[in-house]
């Protein structure tokens, strides 16, 4: 619950950042910044357990994919800009490939 409400503080100050046009590369110093990948870890981590049939996809899909799309979509252009990053280019892979799977599915 923490690690959710931190999250949600800090995509309210990427947004905002955003908004003012400031660039990603400045609000990767931020504790901002640390709090929205901390939350995406977990997703991270649910991506690779539903990827590797350690956690059940249709009970996942129930449970979390309301919360997956609009952590997606309030973080997606951060999620790019980490990609971009040559020590960071495999991170949230396998929550992308979830979303994109789950995104299919809704259709």
Request: charge should be negative; include cysteine.
């Amino acid at each position: 619950m923490d690690a959710h409400k931190e999250y949600t503080k800090a995509v309210k100050q990427l947004k905002s950042h955003l908004e003012k046009k400031r660039s990603l590369d400045e609000f990767a110093q931020t504790d901002e910044y640390w709090a929205i990948r901390d939350y995406l870890n977990l997703h991270e981590l649910m991506g690779v357990g539903i990827n590797q049939e350690v956690f059940d996809d249709h009970v996942c899909y129930d449970f979390w994919s309301g919360e997956l799309e609009r952590a997606w979509k309030d973080t997606s252009e951060l999620i790019k800009y980490i990609q971009g990053l040559p020590e960071w280019k495999n991170s949230y892979v396998e929550l992308a490939a979830v979303h994109e799977r789950w995104a299919a599915k809704r259709k």
